[in-house]
């Protein structure tokens, strides 16, 4: 019998998945104790206010570089971004050995060594974090890692078609037909690697390097070509397939084509796909150079409607922690794939889903925080339901603000939505029961955090 819980949050409208409604949320230790009337609930020692506001799921963001070769972040520095944001949970990733030169990893991990050292990197984490392990050769030595690599939590891998660190379609394939034994879920990064290289180079000789030719070298149907190479061989080998970072219309519609009854393929967008068109190019230059490059209205409207279709389920930000510095380079073409959004994906993609589209706020939270954390096993997270973890976001729809590098608690000092006029602000965000940020201040203490190990997850339909 409880005598007393630890905090209720009265008088707020709570938002799932598969509704709205007016209701008070106790929480006792890490735990969502109740969702109802507050008369009904045991005293609180503390009673927060959320007249006039939302309150919703914590953010599951299941695409986030932190401390690897794509980000300077460390999960501090991330995980604070994170927290003022409203994500509660992140999936970050784990490199194998890096073959190419673009990195920061060097040597020769194995994915069971690299797992361990990512963990460790995670000890100062604010908010609860888990991995995908990453193939980046093709040494098949690492078919054998799998099993344990699965059993131990990390239920996704991910692969890249395209970089040096990108695996050939036959290695590909071994690799998902390990997967579909262990039930796990292959997330691939998908670029046709000979073409965009082919493109670029041709710019380069031409000495063009002008921000609007970055998205002809990486173009759309590169995108889907690949996807289509990846889906189809998962498909083949009976794999559970994740579309990563899906930018365009045409690669939406292959991963939609193969969606039969749902069950095996789940498709992510981010979202700067769903916020920017390529004009972006021409406001910050490389700041928006982003693999998959940033395309046109038209893949906008398509990514939308693939959301409300349910054929795309997952918005995420692929954040990138890179400096200016980084992006500071004698040629063009040099600089670093990447940007910072941890800190803003909830306010810009409520402002343009909700307050520019008219979609409902069960759909946002449908993209962010239910599928994401069922598509990777995240049991007792993306959701408010009692006995479940009680990761929570307080939410004003009505503050407006201007976003500005200068609030980044990333390492990153720039934002690709710099001077973007938002309405909707993340108030409070609780991780586990404890106030990680408070109206923009990060009040959570590192280490908080927990590594999560993910169950196999069920994507019947
Ligand atoms: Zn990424």
């Not at 409070?428 to 999560?452: I, Q």
Request: contains cysteine; charged residues 25%.
């Amino acid at each position: 019998m409880v005598v007393t819980i630890d905090t209720v949050i009265r008088g707020g409208t709570v938002v799932t998945a598969n509704g709205t409604y007016d209701a008070d949320v106790a929480i006792d230790g890490e735990k969502i104790h109740a969702v109802g009337e507050r008369d009904s609930f045991p005293d609180a020692d503390d009673v927060v206010d959320a007249t006039g506001r939302l309150v919703l799921p914590g953010i599951v963001d299941p695409h986030v570089h932190v401390d690897d070769p794509f980000s300077a972040d460390s999960y501090e520095t991330a995980s604070r971004a994170a927290a003022v944001g409203g994500t509660t949970t992140l999936i970050g990733f784990a490199f194998q050995r890096w073959a190419g030169e673009m990195g920061v990893i060097d040597g020769d991990d194995t994915l069971p060594e690299a797992i361990d050292a990512a963990k460790e990197r995670g000890e100062d984490a604010l908010i609860d974090f888990s991995l995908h392990g990453a193939i980046t050769a093709d040494d098949p030595a690492v078919l054998d890692d799998l099993d344990d690599v699965v059993a131990d939590g990390v239920t996704s891998i991910k692969m890249f078609s395209t970089y040096d660190h990108g695996l050939q379609n036959g290695f590909m394939q071994r690799v998902l037909e390990r997967l579909a034994e262990l039930d796990a879920v292959a997330a691939v990064h998908t670029e046709d690697d000979s073409v965009c290289q082919m493109l670029t180079e041709r710019f380069r000789e031409a000495g063009r390097g002008d921000p609007e030719d970055y998205p002809q070298s990486r173009p759309d149907y590169a995108e889907a070509m690949a996807a289509e190479d990846a889906v189809r061989m998962a498909t083949e080998a009976g794999a559970k397939y994740y579309g990563v970072h899906t930018s365009c219309r045409k690669s939406a519609e292959v991963l939609a084509a193969f969606r039969d009854d749902g069950s095996m393929v789940r498709t992510e967008t981010c979202t700067h796909y769903t916020t920017l068109d390529d004009t972006v190019y021409e406001e910050v230059g490389n700041q928006a150079m982003i693999a998959p490059p940033i395309r046109t209205p038209d893949d906008i409207e398509a990514m939308f409607e693939h959301l409300s279709e349910a054929t795309i389920d997952v918005v995420s930000t692929d954040h990138c922690g890179y400096t200016l510095e980084s992006k500071t380079v004698e040629n063009w073409w040099d600089s670093t794939f990447g940007a910072n959004a941890l800190q803003t994906s909830l306010p810009v993609f409520h402002d343009e889903a909700i307050n520019e589209r008219g979609f409902s706020y069960p759909f946002l939270v449908r993209a962010m925080c239910t599928r994401p954390a069922e598509t990777f096993g995240l049991s007792g997270k993306g959701t408010l339901d009692p006995g479940t973890d009680a990761d929570i976001v307080v939410f004003d729809p009505e503050e407006s603000y201007t976003i500005t590098a200068d609030d980044n608690e990333s390492v990153a000092d720039f934002s690709i939505y710099e001077g973007r006029e938002v309405t909707g602000r993340v108030k409070r965000t609780y991780v586990r029961g404890e106030l990680v940020a408070d109206d923009g201040d990060v009040v959570g203490d590192p280490g908080h955090g927990a590594f999560l190990e993910r169950d196999i997850p069920d994507w019947s339909p």
